[in-house]
């Protein structure tokens, strides 16, 4: 891959931070957006920006169309079967609340299980200990082991006639663990459970085909597939979208209102009350065109040689210890330094212009597994380069002499 050329797609990398030139590892947390995105939400409020679904003008059907036709880019990008599959959210976050309270208060009972990793992310597990509070049902939660690895024979142990949901991160946000999401699914399908996937760091990393995985749901964060923030999408089996009660009432997600009773529109716009995030919707498929025409193959592929040497540098760091080595990993790379407090390394980077995550990721559970309260995290994109790894490593070692 021509990085230099991409790397000129991003209007934000071009600039000095702290007069260094900024070297952004943080991209687990937010991606940067491309010059078309940008370009896209600026045309958007200057040519088209209307409400949708509900006005006749020629704004409004503009809007309507370029909001819809997004729909389908969404759909295409994760060769869902259907558009009417994709509901648009907030991101990851709204997506798995929609679940959450849609599926589990409908479908789950007293004594009921759902199945959650010790990998995940507090949107996936928050949204679901709500849901046990309003039913009793119960969270059960699969180990994994000192690589940060879920091993399929406690999947086959712990899922039984209770569990009604396996809820998985598709890749660790905190440690880059790839999940077996395809085998995982097949176990869940076996005994009648079925499967939420959390997408949100995999999308960037790699190619998602829904049908291919069979997952009943799916999510996406557009902010972390270099689009806009405040949009993603929920995938969901049409099945399940026909038969699920709405999350949210209001405008646009229903068909008829009476003071005595209310009737619900059709998927997706069930699931999509009130006025949607129009323009960030036409920038996250944008996004996705884009990422399309760059090749997440490609940029798979590039990635993972910036892994294989960001985590050979970074092993030979006397003192610095790699928090999750699975051998399937996406190019987020969590390590402990000495003694030194992960926010402290944080800060000394920033001061070399060099933006990474420090903290517990939003995944405390699996840093009492690793019994560290925070990791340094470099979360790597297809525009970074093997010089930005190298003015990491040499940081890293100033960060040391620093704390002698
Ligand atoms: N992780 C990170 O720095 P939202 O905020 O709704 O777009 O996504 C939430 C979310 C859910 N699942 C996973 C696996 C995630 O990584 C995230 C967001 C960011 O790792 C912010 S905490």
Redesign the pocket.
Known sequence: MDISTYRADFPILQQAIKDKPLIYLDN??TTQKPQVVIDALVHYYTHANANVHRGVHALSERATHAYENARTTVKNFINAAHTEEIVFV?????AINLVAQSYGRSHLQAGDEILLTELE?H??IVPWQLVCEQTGAKLRVIPINEAGEINLDDVIALINKRTKLLAV?H????IGTINPVEDMIKIAHANQVPVLV?G??AAPHMPIDVQALDCDFYTL?G??VFGPTGI?ALYAKAQWLEKLPPYQGGGDMISSVSFEKSSYNRPPFKFEAGTPNIAGAIGFATALDYLTKVGVANTQAYEQELLAYATQALSEIPGLRIIGTAEHKASIISFVLDKIHPHDIGTILDSKGIAI?AGH??AMPLMQHFKVSATARASLAFYNTRQEIDCLIRALYEVKEVFG
Do not use: F, M, Y
């Not at 907030?90 to 709204?94: A, L």
């Not at 890749?171 to 905190?174: D, F, G, L, P, T």
């Open positions: 687990a947390a907030r991101g990851t976050t709204e992310h949107a996936n991160g890749i660790s946000n905190a959390d949100a760091q964060s902010h972390k993603g995550r990721h939003c």
